[in-house]
Structures are given as C-alpha cells and as structure tokens.
C-alpha cells in the first residue's frame, strides 16, 4: 500500500496540514506531492482532484479529497487515527466536526501564514466568540481526557484538526486561555509539526492573496521566512 498525500504551500496551506500531520504523527507512509497556490488553481487541481482542492489522497485507483474525508478513510485502515476510549472517540468526532464546518470568522481574519508574527488591527465580536469557544473546546478535552492531547494521551485526528489553529494562535497571539495555550505549545513542539514548520520557513513563493489579507488586518511585527 502506497499512499501519495498532494498538498500545498506549507507556509499557507491549513486544510493541508491536517492529513499530513495526522499521518507523520502515526507513522503512516506515505509520498507528498507539493503544488503551490497560483493565482488561478482550478484547472490545475482539477486534474487530480475533483472538487480542485487540496489535500487529496491517492491510494492505488482510489481518490480521497476532503480532509475529514481522508481522514475517516484512513481510520478504516489504520490504528490510531480516533481514540479507543468511545466517549472520547465521540467528543473527538463532535470537535473534528465543530472545526470543520464552523469558525469562519477565525478562518477568514487570521489565515494561516506560520513564518509571520503579526499584531490584529482588533478583534471584533464573531471572532471573540471563536476564541472563546476555541478555549472552551481545548479546556474540556484536556480536563475530561486527561491530556496531553485533546482526547487523551495519544495524538489522534481531532488534534491534527485543530494542528493550524496553533499556528494561527502563535501567530496573532491570541487569548484562548492558559489550557488552551498550554495545548497550542505542546502540538507544535510534535516533531511532525516542527519538520512542517521548517519547510514551511524554507519557501520562498509568495501567495499574494494571502499576503494581502494579513496586510490588511494587523500589523505585521517579524518576518521569518527565507528571502524571496
């Protein structure tokens, strides 16, 4: 079985993460293909992928696209991906859901973009309310589960989920309480993490869209990413 993971930007790339951790994470083999953003993607992802998205997951004849999609996939094939314990494994699922179909004020104000450190213009109503939840979220999982991980002991699917919320926390700062924190320090220390987070500081394309919409809402304090 050989699985060929196809991503984007590390630097950028959020829902790319999410698999590519999840996998590092548990010592799933696979090969990455990299295709960067460009200004018009479509037919580009297209061509592997039938919603133009990434990441998609190739395994043999099959295409996997959606990153909770791949996910599930890879939990009918392997051990590991959701928590043995049930309630767990339930409150784990309700989370992963949570983040992916919710949080878009968090998602469309402070995109992800791991070499920056940036200071937020403020912070308005809709997304104080995602940082709140965000923190309510982390503090049950480790109170209830017992940590270190959101769902217990063992990294699983729902921590890879959250994986580029910690970015976007370190880099804007943001306050969503000393558990919440304590967990965002913790999962980017994993060395899946901080092997992509040095790929990610190595790149030198630049999305301008993407470096558009942090310019317009903060401040942009450091900068540490290679040279362009």
């Not at 699985?3 to 999840?22: C, D, G, H, M, Q």
């Not at 402070?110 to 403020?122: E, S, T, V, Y």
């Not at 809709?126 to 109170?143: C, K, M, V, Y």
């Not at 060395?191 to 401040?219: F, K, S, V, Y």
Request: proline share 5%.
């Amino acid at each position: 079985m050989t699985y060929t993971l196809i991503t984007a930007n590390r630097n950028y790339s959020s829902w790319s993460l999410r698999p590519w951790v999840l996998m590092r994470a548990l010592d799933i083999p696979f090969e990455n293909d990299i295709i960067y953003f460009e200004e018009e993607n479509y037919e580009r992802f297209r061509a592997f992928a039938p919603n133009a998205q990434v990441p998609c997951l190739k395994d043999d004849d099959r295409t996997i696209w959606d990153s909770l999609a791949i996910m599930e996939y890879l939990s009918e094939r392997h051990e590991g991906v959701w928590p043995v314990d049930e309630k767990a494994r339930t409150w784990g699922r309700c989370a992963t859901a949570e983040m992916h179909g919710g949080f878009a004020p968090l998602r469309n104000i402070c995109p992800m973009n791991i070499g920056l450190r940036a200071k937020l213009h403020h912070v308005d109503l809709p997304l104080q309310r995602n940082l709140d939840r965000i923190g309510e979220l982390f503090a049950e999982g480790l109170s209830n589960f017992g940590g270190p991980w959101l769902a217990g002991d063992s990294f699983t699917a729902v921590d890879a989920f959250y994986a580029p919320v910690a970015y976007r926390v370190r880099t804007f700062n943001l306050d969503i309480g000393a558990k919440g924190r304590a967990w965002v320090d913790h999962i980017i220390a994993h060395p899946a993490m901080q092997a992509w987070e040095a790929e990610a500081l190595t790149e030198t394309h630049r999305e301008i869209g993407h470096e558009e919409e942090i310019a317009e809402i903060a401040n942009i304090t450091q900068d540490l990413r290679a040279s362009v």
